[in-house]
Every structure is written in C-alpha cells, then in structure tokens.
C-alpha cells in the first residue's frame, strides 16, 4: 500500500485503507472488506466494522473497487490479498474476506477459486447482506448460491442478513444454507434491511450488535 494508499492492479490501482492495532506484536488474523455495487470503502458500516476490528488486535484491509461485473471485481480482491500477504510485519495464520452485498458475492467467489488450490488460503468469509436475488426476482438465486455451494467443509461462513432484505428471500436462504458442504452460519438482524438499517433503532446501535456478532464469530473460528 503505498503513501497514496492504492493497492495495485494490473495497470489499475485501487483505493484501500490498512487499520491496524496500536502493536503488531500478537497480530495474526486479517479481515478484508469490500463495499457493495454503489458506494465505496468508507460505506459506514464497513468504517465501523473496521474499527471494531483493529480495536480487537485485528488487521482491517478496506479497499474500492468501482464497477458492476462480478469477475472483474474477484480479479480486484485477489489483488488486495496478494498485497496482504506480502505484510511481512503481521505473522498472519488466518485471513477472512469480507463484503457487503456485491463485495461479498465477490469475496465468496473468491474464496472458492483458492480453496480449489488450497485449504490453507482463506479461513473465512463474512458475507454481510449477501445479494441472494434482485428484488422480485427469486429465481436468479441459483446462479447467485453456485460459489456459496462449492466452498469447502474447512472454509467458515458468517451470513448477516435482515429479515425483511427484498434481496434475500429467507426460505430460499435456509435452502441454500442447508446445500452448502461449508461451516456456514446465519445471523438474522431483526427488521433489518439489504442496507442494515432497522426502523425505529439507531444506525449506531445496529452497526454494534452486527459487529459484535462477526468478532465472536471470528474468534470462535480462530481459536
């Protein structure tokens, strides 16, 4: 990540933000995050997310990447974490990939294709509104849960969704929850919407007890 904090891509370059805790002495879990098909890094929930991170001793890559096509957007994250292993100050033993709706088909996608290489590359995935469907459009969920499907039995997955998301039908969900031979996990947020946000609750308060959930999950997962 140099001075400018862009993480390079090919001819590209991409806009990323590294937090980390005040020492990297005991550092050895790394958590990538990446933002949905609007918006960017510093998505708010993302912000968050990060500082709770860091605040626990955990490394937090965030990093933008603009477009709509999902492969061009795996090809981008398998950037950032080539980038995240060459950090050699952090002894890193687990890495988690991250995202928020789109970001997280990504990091799914991912996921897969270098656990098809190794089982070692990537202990989690924290898949944060992931997009099951278009809104009215369920049947696209087939083609959306194919990388869910494929992941390993050693690869770990925290789904967190709200239950009234118009982008993940919750029957449909559990079906493909159930199909998948990965150690998955779902936490339902209460009315929460595809963007997080409850009615009647503070974003503040939603933001805490959906991070909360994933450091629990992750340190359950890492030790």
Not at 182 to 199: C, I, M, R, Y
């Amino acid at each position: 990540l140099g001075t400018d904090g862009l993480v390079h891509f090919g001819a590209k370059s991409l806009d990323a933000v590294l937090s980390s805790p005040a020492s990297d002495k005991d550092v050895h879990t790394a958590v990538i995050l990446t933002h949905g098909a609007g918006g960017d890094m510093n998505f708010k929930h993302l912000v968050s997310l990060a500082r709770a991170l860091t605040s626990e001793g955990l490394v937090c890559l965030r990093f933008t990447c603009k477009g709509l096509n999902l492969a061009f957007r795996v090809k981008a994250y398998n950037a950032v974490w080539d980038y995240l292993k060459t950090l050699t100050r952090f002894k890193l033993k687990n890495i988690f990939f991250g995202g928020r709706s789109m970001g997280s088909r990504a990091a799914a996608a991912l996921a897969r294709q270098l656990s098809d290489e190794s089982e070692e590359a990537v202990q989690g995935v924290i898949c944060l509104s992931f997009p099951l469907h278009p809104p009215g459009k369920t049947h696209a969920y087939h083609q959306r849960s194919e990388d869910l499907k494929k992941l390993p039995e050693s690869v770990h997955v925290l789904f967190v969704s709200g239950t009234e998301d118009n982008m993940c039908n919750r029957d449909l969900f559990n079906e493909v929850v159930k199909d998948m031979k990965a150690d998955a996990e779902v936490f339902w947020l209460q009315g929460g919407s595809h963007g997080l946000t409850v009615k009647g609750r503070s974003e503040e308060s939603v933001m805490d007890e959906v991070n909360l959930k994933v450091l629990l999950w992750i340190k359950e997962k890492t030790t």
